[in-house]
């Protein structure tokens, strides 16, 4: 399909643009990045660093809305995509939390400080990661998928918190840190037009990503269902 090659086209570009185009006090070519202060060269993170973790975020969002969804029609149908939102959310917060701590290393010297942000997203990863446990242990559908729901709308309230908000307000090492001023917020870095291209297009390519991922692997959950049943 014509979107499969945007897709790959898009993230070739995006891969290559984050580690081989280089970051200079002065810009003179399209395909050079100005310094941010406080990350330098270590700012190309952000290509992959902030899809990921944007896209737990609509991960979550979409679990949540597809549990509403099946608390209303009780179609297990949406349940299904529910818990496909919620596999990959899991996956693209755990990939957020290691390119974040790679980022650390090179940058404060260590993988992990529990630096707010780092805390925020560990939380995030035990109470999503306690959903997983509690669907594997209840074996009835309805009651396994009732209780998905529940705990999803919950779960979800707390993500704007962790993610958005006590990050900011706390003080803390990472950029965007209620002490920070250097680069400021993460949604203000000083990034020049060339840098702001190549950073949407990432989000616009790993958000195709997920869209295909999550596809497959809800049509994968009613395939698998549909086996067991027989």
Not at 2 to 17: G, N, P, R
Not at 117 to 132: D, M
Not at 139 to 155: F, G, M, P, Q, T
């Amino acid at each position: 399909m014509v979107w499969k090659l945007i897709l790959f086209l898009l993230m070739t570009f995006v891969i290559i643009a984050g580690i081989a185009f280089p970051i200079v006090p002065q810009p003179t070519s399209w395909y050079q990045f100005p310094v941010i202060p406080g990350l330098e060269e270590k700012a190309k993170i952000i290509f992959f660093h902030v899809p990921t973790a944007w896209l737990a975020v609509i991960a979550f969002l979409m679990a949540m809305v597809y549990g509403i969804r099946y608390l209303k029609n009780k179609n297990l149908d949406e349940d299904a995509k529910s818990a496909a939102a919620l596999q990959l959310g899991m996956v693209f917060a755990i990939l957020a939390t290691i390119t974040g701590s790679i980022w650390a290393k090179f940058t404060w010297g260590a993988f992990w400080h529990w630096d707010p942000r780092e805390t925020s997203i560990f939380i995030l990863l035990l109470i999503y990661g306690s959903l997983f446990a509690l669907r594997s242990v209840i074996e009835n559908e309805d009651k396994r998928a009732r209780l998905s729901a529940v705990y999803s709308i919950i779960a979800f309230l707390t993500v704007p918190f962790f993610i958005f908000i006590m990050p900011r307000i706390m003080v803390g090492l990472h950029p965007g840190s209620a002490n920070d001023d250097t680069s400021g917020p993460v949604v203000d870095f000083k990034m020049n037009a060339n840098m702001q291209m190549v950073f949407y297009l990432s989000l616009i390519a790993f958000t195709i990503l997920y869209w295909w991922m999550w596809k497959i692997r809800y049509k994968s959950i009613i395939i698998n269902e549909n086996l067991s049943k027989k």
